[in-house]
């Protein structure tokens, strides 16, 4: 891979195995590509305080206030995690990234480039995977205590902003609604296909 390593981030719906299929492609990866996990929000003070106060909140508060904490948090964790370890060749997977904040801070009515704007500074990842899975499948799936942001009418917005990240060529679907295993078997085809022509 050269001087510098490989950045992919997974992205999808609350609910739609994009951790577990995450975790399953580092665990693939770590052998040939020093392949390490990393998540969104970051086990960083700007990515508790997220958890905490936004994530597990009783009522969604300003999204305004979201997107920015979520764009710090995000410099943070470049600064921390990513970029050490990107710098050292390896070959990152974020649970989440930018992608997310556009979807969920978008679908709660923000401007997609202001968004953009804030997190300008983000570094752009190498390849970005979308885990497809209708919304209404993924609210039957949480059945422990919902987020703020885990509702069907959140879930089916946030859905249509990704999907049309998709269609610009941002994002590569990948169909969730398949098994675990033919998931993750998707998600390694179209990896390693990815770093066949990259390194």
């Known amino acids: 891979m050269g001087d510098r390593g490989i950045f992919i981030c997974v992205e999808g719906l609350d609910g739609c195995g994009k951790t577990t299929q995450a ?5 693939r990866l770590r052998g040939d590509y020093g392949a390490v996990y990393t998540t969104e929000p970051s086990e960083g003070k700007i990515g508790k305080l997220i958890k905490r106060r936004y994530l597990h909140a009783v009522k969604r508060g300003s999204a305004v206030v979201e997107a920015l904490l979520f764009a710090a948090d995000r410099l943070e964790h470049l600064k921390s995690d990513v970029l050490p370890a990107l710098n050292e060749g390896k070959l990152v997977v974020s649970d989440r990234y930018v992608f997310s904040s556009l979807a969920y801070q978008g679908a709660a009515g923000l401007d997609l480039k202001w968004i953009e704007k804030i997190n300008e500074h983000a570094v752009r990842p ?5 885990i497809d899975v ?3 499948t993924v609210i039957r799936r949480l059945k422990r205590k919902r987020s703020v942001m885990e509702n069907l009418e959140t879930q089916l917005k946030v859905r249509e902003i990704y999907l049309r990240f998709v269609d610009e060529g941002e ?3 990948v169909d969730g609604n398949k098994s675990k295993i033919e998931v993750a078997r998707e998600i390694a085809s179209t990896v390693k296909g990815f770093l066949k022509e990259a390194c």
């Open 23 to 27: 975790k399953l492609l580092v665990k």
């Open 126 to 130: 190498s390849l970005a995977l979308f």
């Open 134 to 136: 209708e919304p209404e």
């Open 171 to 173: 994002l590569v679907r």
